[in-house]
């Protein structure tokens, strides 16, 4: 085990080993990762950097200490409305990110039904097959029962089958715009549509496409309705970390009312410290993020990211292209953004990555179904031809070597497929994840 050294590292010591470190870490800048990263270029990576640095010891757990990062957060809030037609009621806060804007959601829903509809003792949320896991960690958390409705053969969750899951226990429905899985936007209007007929609250989760969705509709694409404009949304998560480009921590939840966001809150009065308000799930919130958010938002503008989400769509469109001189590769449902996924009835799709990733792209695998999924930003577009030619080889070399399914990663999601008891996946994801963690 590590103990801490006795004298500190020199400087160039220290950041020798750090650069050792990372060499072996996903090639993001170079558009050979197709997840986790978001990256527009050095240009809006230095403001964003910049201006985290500027505020890097403020803490946004005392806005009062901080007037600066009251502004950001409010203006960042009240620009992120804007984009999803929020009027002047609408109200919200800013969190570390995507999992605690849900679970935040959630949590307020909970509180409410508690306030509004007492006789609930058992609250239940009616969430889509493809939403995405952190709603799994909220129901877990808060005690909240997940009901899931299927999707249909276009992976949108089926209207019908959300009707009839409604019943007394319900506090919650809820739509992704567009779905992590394969990049499927849900349709929100209809969603809508039963949400005010029950009277029960609708969360949209934006967060992955809340920043490029609008941005692709201002160029022409055809993107139904998912924000404020629908009248029985009642709240939205939008990662500005993500295609907002800040730096990393950053997500928005909004409510059309504050009565939402009041439950969302924790108060204490009884404690000898002071007296103790917390607008999120975290105590301390760094302030650098906060002051990235604003400053990256504030320096791209409309034009700034509707050129960006021009940039990414001409690059999904020459990997679209590109898939379809595939025969043996298929994308999955009909996606609007820049997010997809590819599965295959002629190659073992896990076989597919493991080969990519010995040619240095960093690929994601998915199950329920089988499939590959890809994550589109700027950094790809250049790449675009690079990375049809090796997956064309790719897919030849997978084909003429059968025997790869039973190596690499491949055996590994092959087996677990396999568990007739799939409570074992659960036991073996938290072996795996100790494992990883492992002091060293």
Same mark, same amino acid.
């Given at each position: ?28 800048? @170079? ?9 527009? !270029?050095? &240009?809006?990576?230095?403001? %964003?950097?910049? +201006? $985290? ?33 929020? @009027? ?9 990110? !995507?999992? &605690?804007?849900?679970?935040? %959601?959630?949590? +307020? $829903? ?331």
């Amino acid at each position: 085990m590590k103990r801490l050294p006795s004298k500190g590292l020199p400087k160039g010591q220290l950041f020798e080993e750090m650069q050792e470190a990372r060499a072996h870490d996903a090639n993001w800048k @170079d558009g050979r990762t197709f997840s986790l990263v978001y990256y527009a !270029g050095e &240009e809006l990576s230095n403001v %964003a950097k910049e +201006a $985290y640095n500027l505020f890097f010891h403020e803490n946004g757990l005392n806005p009062m200490a901080f007037k600066s990062l009251q502004k950001f957060e409010t203006e960042v809030l009240s620009m992120a409305s804007s984009l999803f037609y929020g @009027d002047e009621k609408v109200v919200g806060s800013l969190t570390s990110g !995507g999992s &605690e804007s849900i679970l935040m %959601a959630v949590k +307020a $829903y909970r509180d409410w039904a508690r306030k509004h509809r007492p006789h609930i003792k058992e609250p239940e949320m009616i969430v889509p097959t493809t939403v995405h896991a952190a709603f799994e960690k909220a129901a877990h958390y808060f005690g909240v029962k997940a009901i899931h409705a299927p999707v249909d053969n276009q992976f949108q969750v089926d209207v019908e089958e959300v009707k009839a899951l409604i019943n007394d226990n319900t506090i919650l429905l809820v739509g992704s715009a567009p779905n992590y899985p394969q990049g499927i936007v849900d349709p929100i209007e209809q969603l809508g549509e039963i949400a005010e007929a029950h009277r029960i609250p609708l969360h949209v989760d934006a967060c992955l496409g809340g920043f490029i969705l609008p941005f692709i509709e201002r160029l022409g694409g055809h993107i139904a309705p998912f924000d404020f404009r629908v009248p029985g949304v009642t709240s939205i998560s939008a990662d500005v970390h993500k295609y907002g480009y800040a730096a990393k921590g950053v997500s928005a939840i909004l409510y059309r009312d504050e009565e939402y966001r009041r439950c969302q809150y924790f108060a204490y009065g009884d404690w000898p410290g002071g007296l103790f308000a917390s607008p999120t799930a975290t105590g301390t919130r760094p302030g650098g993020a906060i002051a990235s958010a604003w400053a990256v938002m504030k320096y791209l503008g409309e034009e700034g990211y509707s050129e960006l989400a021009s940039k990414t769509m001409q690059a999904t469109n020459k990997f679209l292209d590109g898939l379809a001189t595939i025969p043996e590769l298929q994308i999955l449902g009909n996606p609007r953004a820049s997010i997809f996924t590819i599965a295959s009835n002629e190659v073992n799709i896990f076989a597919l990555a493991d080969t990519l990733e010995q040619r240095g792209w960093h690929i994601d695998r998915q199950q329920l179904p089988t499939c590959l999924h890809f994550m589109i930003t700027p950094a790809h577009l250049h790449v675009a031809d690079a990375f049809i030619l090796d997956l064309k080889e790719s897919v030849q070399f997978a084909l003429d070597n059968p025997n790869l399914a039973q190596e690499g990663t491949a055996a590994m999601y092959g087996m677990i497929g396999q568990m007739p008891d799939k409570s074992k996946i659960h036991d073996f994801i938290i072996q795996t994840l100790d494992s990883t963690m492992r002091l060293r």
